[in-house]
């Protein structure tokens, strides 16, 4: 549906352009934007040729499409029949209203049928909206926080200087030698393929204990764990309605690729739940929910490591505080902590040494991946990045972006220190080069590069070959003198300064206003307007729309619609 969908806004996009250019002169009340949705659907779903309206196509479109498609029911309900009795117009008045087609005055007629349902319909929507709204605000009001919640340490998570992760080829490694996976992977072995499984007990008390002499483990209650970490990382499957099956690829566990393996172990970072105590008593196992991931809060916010003493002190206290039943189940437990240092170190993301106040709880580097990942799942904002001597340029400009410029220079520069000059330039400008369409990391890989000063001249020349690059690297060499350099062109200004709209545009409204006030007077606008929609870059036409709507000179509006009809007539 999506290319169809793709292909019947292409079709409409040059008519719909020019309905846009006639309304403002001939249909002065209207919206032209709000005809788009109601006009595809048309297309889509009643007629294949855009020109073919009869009598009933416009109450299937606004009875019964629009109020399940429509995005912004409010601005639909004032405006959207008023605007398609502005484009009907259009149509029969050019022409464009295609033999076999209804009267206009027929199809008007039609429109003041349908406009009362049509607007009931959008406040229903409205009124559904926001009843969704409400009652995600009391879900959301309604949450208490668990004893697992990150939220709480939000704000010493963000002010943790920046966490290093290690490259992922090291990663991948440690995520091999984890012995968690590795059981997981072989008690999918021992079910085999097509392995009936009970209601109420998947295995029988037979099955079960040789299922826990294969696996080597001290008691069943470690196999059901297991068996769900074995459905997590995808090695074990139902196949049918009574029946489980290993997967094909589970035996060439651990994977050759280290993308494989990190997939894999990602799939089953939040089986760290599973190391959470089980009690005999429902209650006091509900009140330890969540004791795996407080000890890593608490470890991460500490740097990444802990004092065992300290840290069973601490989530007592957070036991306790969380749920009344919270110190009973602690002591119910025994060794709380026994079963959560157990499967994170089993599932490799921590390590415990001995110490003289009973041990020392560290993150390993996959232990710290992990954390990140969770934290970013919580939607908490965590200053994390690859080690130094992992970054790739791509990750350099990337992450610099986000930094202060004090911050970036510091980064630039150790990254810079461990590889040559010349190499560092051909790293950023091939980086730049891997995606066209985005111009901040070109602007900044330029920026870097220029620095490097005349040692980046290969590169420059390198980068000429590539048309997102070529601008800059013909300015850089111009500046630099180097011989036989081909000059900047009209069409390289023209690029250039598309990059920095593109970058203006994506930082808001007034910082865009500005920076097509730095190009000059609005009839010199105009006159780049008339030319620069010829430049094939990858956001001219959001960035011709976006003149349209925020320049507030009317003329300087309708050159950049004026433009953006000759680009997209273009293709």
């Known amino acids: 549906m999506t290319d169809r969908i793709e292909a019947a806004a292409a ?18 009340g209207s919206d032209p934007d709000l005809v788009g949705p109601a006009v ?26 629009m109020p399940q498609v429509v995005e912004d029911p409010d601005a639909a309900a004032d405006g959207m029949v008023p605007a398609l009795r502005s484009y009907l117009t259009f149509l029969s008045s050019t022409g464009r209203l295609t033999p076999g087609s209804d009267s206009l005055d027929t199809l008007l007629a039609e429109l003041d049928e349908v406009e009362d349902d049509f607007v009931d319909a959008m406040e229903d929507a409205i009124a559904e909206r926001d009843w969704d709204e409400e009652e995600d605000e009391l879900e959301e009001g309604d949450e208490d926080e668990s004893l697992g919640d990150f939220e709480p340490f939000a704000d010493e998570i963000a002010d943790l200087p920046t966490i290093r992760l290690r490259p992922d080829v090291e990663l991948a490694e440690a995520a091999r030698q984890a012995p968690l996976i590795a059981q997981a992977r072989d008690l999918a072995l021992w079910v085999g393929t097509g392995r009936k499984v009970g209601e109420e007990t998947l295995l029988s008390d037979e099955a079960v204990r040789e299922a826990v002499t294969a696996l080597g483990l001290s ?48 799939l089953g970072l939040h089986s760290i739940d599973y190391g959470d105590p089980e009690l005999d008593d429902d209650d006091l196992t509900l009140a330890l929910s969540g004791l795996t991931r407080a000890l890593l809060a608490r470890v991460l916010v500490n740097g990444g490591s802990r004092s065992l003493a300290e840290l069973r002190d601490e989530l007592a206290e957070a036991v306790a505080e969380y749920d009344d039943l919270g110190p009973d189940a602690w002591s119910a437990a025994g060794d709380p902590l026994a079963p959560v240092l157990a499967w994170l170190t089993g599932y490799g993301m921590v ?50 972006a986000d930094m202060s410029e004090e911050e970036a220079d510091a980064e630039f520069a150790a990254w ?13 400008l091939a980086a730049a080069a891997e995606d066209e369409a985005d111009a901040l990391v070109r602007v900044q890989a330029a920026s870097l590069v220029g620095s490097l000063g005349e040692v980046a001249i290969p590169a420059w020349l390198e980068a000429l070959k590539e048309p997102s690059l070529r601008p800059y690297a013909a300015t850089h060499l111009t500046q630099l003198d180097v011989e036989d350099a081909p000059e900047p062109t009209q069409a390289d200004t023209h690029w250039l300064i598309l990059d920095m709209w593109t970058i203006s545009a994506g930082l808001g409204r007034p910082e865009f206003v500005s920076s097509l006030d730095d190009i000059g007077p609005a009839q010199r606008l105009i006159e780049l307007l008339d030319v620069i929609w010829k430049v094939p870059h ?9 003149v349209g709507d925020a320049h507030p000179d009317r003329q300087v509006g309708k050159a950049a619609k004026r433009a953006l009809f000759k680009a997209r007539s273009r293709k």
């Open 538 to 546: 990858p956001h001219l036409e959001e960035l011709l729309e976006a």
């Open 11 to 28: 079709e409409l996009r040059p008519l719909l352009q020019e309905f846009i250019l006639w309304a403002p002169a001939n249909a002065p």
């Open 416 to 428: 810079l220190a461990l590889r040559e000059p010349a190499q560092a330039a051909s790293e950023l």
């Open 219 to 266: 008691e069943p209650q470690a196999l059901w764990n297991i068996w769900n970490l074995a459905i997590d990382l995808e090695f074990l499957a139902p196949d049918g309605d009574d029946t489980v099956s290993v997967d094909s690829d589970t035996a060439a566990w651990p994977f050759e690729d280290d993308e494989d393996v990190l997939d894999a172990w990602m």
């Open 40 to 65: 595809l659907w048309h297309r889509l779903i009643v007629r294949d040729d855009v020109g073919l309206w009869k009598r009933g196509d416009l109450r299937t479109v606004l009875l019964e499409r």
């Open 351 to 400: 390590t415990v040494e001995d110490g003289a106040e009973g041990g020392v709880v560290t993150l390993t580097p996959l232990g710290t991946e992990g954390v990140v990942h969770l934290v970013d799942d919580a939607d908490i904002e965590v200053d994390a990045r690859p080690a130094i001597d992992a970054m790739t340029a791509l990750d350099l400009l990337s992450f610099s």
